[in-house]
């Protein structure tokens, strides 16, 4: 007996079931990618703004550090008069737009610029046991911005 010819029905509704399953698979793929941007974007949105912030800290540290080596040496803080000859000057800053150490109240004091120019964070000095801690805080600027390190 000879094999019967395929049956067409058979043949195009398998291939219409294969097709589903395709389009099934892009379904969920999209979904994926849309959940995807859907939470990187915020994030990224939140984390540049952080690290642009943390860039204008590291302007800084250089600063903190001679506030520091001056406390050593002289076992007081620097006048105005004093910081000002290791003050960074501007084109040396590469995201702050002005490092200023301020003796009444002991704070080294980080004008920003990108993301929040012209906002301020302040490093303050403590004595404690003859040794220098330093704290960080927000004078203007949203806390949200704040690095890990600040909070």
């Known amino acids: 007996m000879a094999n019967p010819a395929p049956d067409e029905t058979t043949a195009s509704g398998a291939q219409a079931r294969h097709g589903l399953a395709w389009r099934g698979k892009g379904v969920l793929i999209a979904v994926a990618l849309i959940a995807l941007i859907a939470i990187a974007i915020p994030a990224y949105y939140g984390f540049r703004p952080r690290a642009l912030i943390s860039e204008a800290l590291i302007d800084g540290d250089g ?25 960074p000057a501007p084109p040396d800053l590469k995201r702050a737009q002005a490092v200023v150490w301020d003796p009444a109240s002991r704070t080294i004091v980080i004008t920003v610029g990108e993301p929040q120019p012209g906002k301020r964070v302040a490093l303050h000095a403590e004595e404690r046991d003859g040794v220098l801690a330093w704290t960080c805080r927000t004078i203007d600027l949203d806390p949200k911005y704040l690095p890990g390190s600040c909070r």
């Open 63 to 87: 600063f903190r550090s001679r506030v520091a080596e001056f406390y050593q040496e002289h076992r007081r803080l620097p006048q105005t008069s004093e910081a000002s000859v290791f003050q």
